[in-house]
């Protein structure tokens, strides 16, 4: 079953959109965008990973390919729990994404009390199933599954709270995520048509080479291009996220038309838009640089964001969920706007559309930190001192780790002339001794500290007595919370 579509009649649609500029396919031009201001001050987004993989809730979001792959936990359990997958294959679990709890202005409630700036629901997984309205495919949430526009839903209730609505697309990774269904009885040796749910389901190679064969041909390629293009037109996000495998060579040309297309849009409607990217799909300066799970070991000059997930194991949800603690999570925030960076945090709804509640529980204790320490997140920069003390970051996608902070580990940023200091362990004495705050011993923040006016605990209604000396400020504190979430200091001038 699939839908036909006048593809000449997209490829001059894109070609109009390029033509019209100020942008062109290349990375001369693509250089010159420039990332939308308001990226760079609400440093905090939500991620949203919700499909049919939500269904059997197992394993985590590869399911779809894993239960074709023999061997495998997933296939196990499948086969013992659906039956063979000739039977029942993933297709089946469509109509039990029903999303009969599904509550988009509850959703927007609580990610903007949890302090985000913007949300970035994924619109197609590898799977290949749309969360939204297609005219290219039917295999989309509209008119399968919940019957409902989940993409269009979440964009109003976003919207309307004046949170930025941004989307991503995994659909890459579709060429071959389905391939191992091949290689024994299944329902994706169906005969399939271009445009078909399993389609292409090529043989899975070196994911990691970017040369790797058999590459995405010209008519997968140029579906990808008309979908991609389809989504933007329809929902206008703000961001668009691309997982890995837009880098593989193939897609370069496709890319390149792509950018000039979505970023002229983004000109036509006055709104500023950005494509985030992973490794080196794009050439530096042509969107926002992303790492999973990982980041920089210092503060960078460009923007960029790190995504990552509400638990260890898996970015949707699932019955075997191992959540980060709430400490981790803010952990993970502090250190990556230091280092002048956004957090995209990832939850997962159940198929009904609940928030389970070890997700929730996370946005409701980063909403709590938010309400006290929210200015020194929000609309802030790296100070020239990103952080001090023992415990630091270790660098590239896929670093991060669970940290033992100490008393002597301090994270900073700047905003509106303030400095703020943060506490990554609250000390059991009740005051800290900075070593980076000393008169002498931190040359590049001299002309500050000659002209410090107050100190405040954020939270409290009461300065912080101090005392500054060559080698560190001393800050007594007048409550402290030894074992609780990183505190923060506001130092202002005179």
């Not at 297309?261 to 992973?278: I, S």
């Not at 705050?437 to 409290?460: C, D, I, W, Y």
Request: hydrophobic share 35%.
């Amino acid at each position: 079953m699939n839908k036909s579509y006048n593809t000449a009649a997209w490829l001059l649609h894109i070609e109009e959109g390029i033509a019209r500029g100020p942008y062109s396919p290349d990375w001369e031009s693509l250089t010159r965008m420039e990332i939308p201001d308001w990226f760079r001050e609400e440093r905090l987004g939500i991620f949203i990973h919700w499909g049919p993989y939500s269904v059997p809730a197992f394993g985590n979001e590869w399911y779809s390919r894993n239960m074709y792959l023999q061997g495998t936990p997933e296939f196990k359990h499948h086969v013992e729990t659906y039956g063979p997958q000739k039977d029942f294959g993933y297709k089946d679990f469509i109509p039990k994404l029903r999303a009969e709890h599904f509550h988009p202005e509850e959703w927007a409630e609580l990610f903007k009390r949890a302090g985000a700036g913007y949300v970035f629901p994924v619109a197609e997984h590898h799977d290949g199933f749309q969360m939204y309205g297609s005219n290219l495919s039917p295999w989309n949430a509209v008119e399968m599954g919940p019957k409902r526009d989940i993409l269009g839903e979440l964009k109003l209730s976003m919207e309307a709270l004046g949170l930025h609505f941004c989307t991503s697309s995994h659909r890459a990774e579709h060429w071959w995520f389905m391939g191992h269904g091949k290689e024994f009885e299944s329902d994706v040796t169906d005969p399939m048509e271009p445009g078909d749910f399993y389609w292409p389901a090529m043989p899975e190679r070196d994911n990691f080479d970017m040369e790797s064969e058999p590459a995405p041909d010209e008519v997968f390629l140029t579906d990808w291009l008309i979908r991609t293009v389809e989504l933007v037109d329809r929902y206008q996000p703000e961001l668009l996220y691309f997982d890995w495998w837009i880098q593989h060579n193939a897609f370069a040309p496709y890319l390149k038309r792509f950018l000039a297309y979505y970023y002229n849009q983004g000109v036509r409607l006055g709104r500023p838009v950005a494509v985030c990217y992973k490794h080196e799909a794009l050439a530096f300066g042509a969107g926002i640089v992303e790492m999973e799970r990982g980041g920089f070991p210092d503060a960078v000059a460009f923007p960029w964001q790190t995504d990552t997930a509400v638990a260890w194991n898996s970015w949707c949800y699932t019955d075997t969920l191992e959540y980060k603690d709430s400490r981790v999570i803010i952990e993970t925030l502090i250190d990556t706007v230091s280092r002048n960076g956004n957090l995209l945090l990832n939850i997962g709804p159940m198929a009904d559309g609940t928030i389970p509640p070890g997700d929730r529980k996370i946005l409701l204790d980063l909403a709590d930190w938010m309400d006290v320490n929210r200015e020194a997140i929000r609309g802030s920069r790296p100070w020239k001192i990103a952080k001090e003390g023992p415990t630091g970051e270790r660098s590239g996608s896929f670093s991060e780790e669970a940290k033992n902070y100490t008393e002597e580990d301090f994270r900073f940023t700047t905003a509106k002339g303030k400095l703020y200091v943060f506490l990554m362990k609250q000390p059991e004495s009740g005051a800290v001794r900075i070593r980076s705050l000393g008169r002498k011993n931190r040359p590049e923040a001299q002309a500050f500290l000659e002209h410090v006016k107050e100190v405040t605990l954020l939270g409290s209604n009461s300065p912080c007595s101090f005392e500054q000396e060559d080698a560190y400020m001393t800050v007594k504190l007048p409550k402290t919370s030894p074992g609780g979430l990183p505190a923060v200091l506001r130092i202002e001038q005179e």
